[in-house]
Nanobody, 119 residues
Framework: QVQLVESGGGLVQPGGSLRLSCAAS????????MAWYRQAPGKQRDLVAR???????NYADSVKGRFTISRDNAKNTVYLQMNSLKPEDTAVYYC?????????????WGQGTQVTVSS
């Protein structure tokens, strides 16, 4: 069983910063890509940032220059540093990881963490 546990969400004023963390645990042989998605009320879940197993991260246009994704492979953890937050960043943020167990790879999701940007 693989678990992804997110933390770091909360309420922040416009222009503020938050750092999200997501730790993967379980019987994991390796992790390929790790990513963050978000879903606002009444909208679909969209990719925010993705960090491949080895390569250059990519970002949604709406967060480029403000958000930074990073990962600590030794800890099976991915981070999302969010700066200059805007009200339109308000959403539930979900961690995603493609984990390999027993030579079989699958997508796994965290439970989500709420980020609210409001004055």
């Amino acid at each position: 069983q693989v678990q992804l546990v997110e933390s770091g969400g909360g309420l922040v004023q416009p222009g503020g910063s938050l750092r999200l963390s997501c730790a993967a645990s379980g019987n994991i042989r390796s992790i390929n890509a790790m990513a963050w998605y978000r879903q606002a009320p009444g909208k679909q879940r969209d990719l925010v940032a993705r960090m491949p197993g080895g390569g250059v991260p990519n970002y949604a246009d709406s967060v480029k220059g403000r958000f930074t994704i990073s990962r600590d492979n030794a800890k099976n953890t991915v981070y999302l540093q969010m700066n200059s937050l805007k009200p339109e960043d308000t959403a539930v943020y979900y961690c995603n990881a493609y984990c390999v167990r027993d030579y079989v790879g699958s997508d796994y999701w965290g439970q989500g963490t709420q980020v609210t940007v409001s004055s």
